[in-house]
């Protein structure tokens, strides 16, 4: 099943569009993990299992793993979401970008190692760099427009009269998307730009980080940028419901905190 197809029936079974990113910081672990052997895994499991039917996706962020040398607790992660959860869809939050060789094996990381069903990449080495993510039939879903305000030092320059994150959109919705499944990044914090994408990529599936911790709104998004069908979006939010209790009731407290963004990020 490719990544749309898999996103649609994530939709359809969480009556919404929220995506949970899993970025494990063992500096914000609550009281009952602290110091304890496999933490890392057990801490994202027991988030994913208070929230699995809430959400249409699940998003680890590959640094957070590899900066502890976790990457098989994020192995055994993505294998648990998949197998228990199969109606979620995967998404690695890496974005990558290279050519040649090198995207080969970041593309064997993302859907053979991790089995994901999309991966984050960076679109600036453009097309060849993403082919090889299509061959082994995952979803790519390109770096547009994020929430941070750094971006606008690249992502808002004019390029022939538009700014250069309209430009990526367009290249993603007509050209890369006649190679495979596609979707696009722009961030909550500007629901305007997020807007204009829309307009642009169609029904191209948008991921939408920085609710919750970074201000974006989820209701405010879901206005901006879904689709005819009030769907099309992945909105996401991480410390806002990872760290949201530092107890013994961690997990109920991940789940009133995603709760609550659930409601806000339903189709409309």
């Known amino acids: ?47 994913v299992d208070a929230t699995a039917d809430l959400v249409c996706a699940f998003k680890p962020q590959i640094a957070y793993f590899a900066s502890q040398r976790e990457e098989d607790a994020l192995e055994r992660l993505c294998s648990y979401i998949l197998e228990t959860y199969p109606d979620v869809t995967l998404i690695l939050d890496a974005k990558r970008g290279d050519i040649g060789s090198t995207a080969e094996h970041y593309a064997r990381e993302a859907f053979g190692r ?21 061959d082994h039939g995952g979803g790519v879903i390109a770096v547009c427009r994020t929430s941070n305000s750094g971006g606008d030092d690249l992502q808002a320059i004019d390029c022939g009269g538009r700014p250069l994150y309209v430009r990526v959109a367009e290249l993603v919705a007509q050209r890369w998307s006649t190679l495979g499944d596609c979707g696009l990044v722009v961030g909550a914090t500007y629901p305007g730009e997020l807007g204009v994408v829309r307009e642009v990529a169609g029904e191209l599936p948008i991921l939408v980080p920085g609710v919750g911790a970074q201000g974006g709104d989820a209701g405010e998004a879901v206005r901006a940028g879904a689709t005819a069908d009030g769907r099309g979006l992945l909105v996401s939010a991480s410390r806002s419901i990872l760290y949201a209790g530092s107890g013994d009731d961690f997990a109920e407290a991940a789940r009133r905190a995603a709760l609550d963004t659930h409601l806000q990020a339903q189709p409309t």
């Open 1 to 47: 099943m490719g990544f749309h197809d898999q996103l649609r029936r994530s939709w359809a079974a969480a009556d919404s569009m929220l995506c949970v990113g899993l970025d494990p910081d063992p500096a914000r672990f609550p009281t009952p993990l602290e110091s304890a052997p496999d933490a890392v895994f057990r801490f994202c499991r027991a988030i």
């Open 114 to 134: 991790y089995r994901a069903h999309a991966v984050t990449v960076n679109p600036y080495l453009g097309t060849d760099s993403v082919e090889p993510f299509f």
